[in-house]
């Protein structure tokens, strides 16, 4: 092996540990639901306390987020409709489940219509 | 014949991987900045084998971490017998009725998974807790089995 060949394997293997030292990130199972009322958000993220978690709404994008350590970040985001009312959100933990749930904003709400039929 | 791994020039098969390795990364790169848009990543779970488990030996104590998230103390049963682990654990579906699913990739869920531990244990001494969804079992090892420290002789 050549001196060039030995300092590029060099290079490599470092790149290759530096790698390693970085978070890793892991895309958590979501499911999601919604009915009149509200749009439910629920994530498997075992091994999140309750400290590590970070939920944030930013231009109607929910990121769901929550660190396990300091290698290892579970993270998602997803568009929200305009359904939604980004002020009504409650957050619940549980046994390493996420649940986000949203309550619809009014304007969005079905409303029921009176007819009155013309005799 | 056999062909031996010299027989290849070993340099060669060396860059072949690591050109097969660069090539994942560049996959992965493009996956993770489509996940962006559209959420289409490899996702976090595939019980079809059952929870993610981690094995760890402190010396005095074998750790077993398994990843059980909306599992609860009553949904997990822990059973140990001379070396051979057992976890079985199920999970039921959440109860969303009435409600549209926009997405299902979280599920009902039940495994049973068994693992032969690498030395002998002490079973009655053994704990298991659970926070976090994370099951953590701590496993002493019998005397015989931790570890000694060797002095190296002084000799004049």
Redesign the interface.
Known sequence: ?TTAAIEKNKD?QNAAIEQAKQIQ???????????DNEL?F????????KEGLDVQVEKQELTLAGEVNEHNR?E???KLPPTVDVDKVSAT?K???LNVTFKKAEHAKPKKIQVNLLK | MLTRWNDFGFGDLDRTFLALGELRDEMEKAFSDFDRGFGLRRIHSDWSVGPRTELTDNGETLVVKAEVPGMAEKDLDVSLEGNALTIRGKRENEKMEGYIVHRKERGAWEFSRAFTLPCKVDGDKAKASLKDGILELTIPKVPEAQPRRITIGGSK
């Open positions: 092996m490599t990130r892991i895309t958590p199972a979501v499911d999601i639901y919604e009915n439910v629920v994530a498997d993220m075992p091994g999140v306390p579970y998602r985001s997803f933990l046994n390493g489940v």
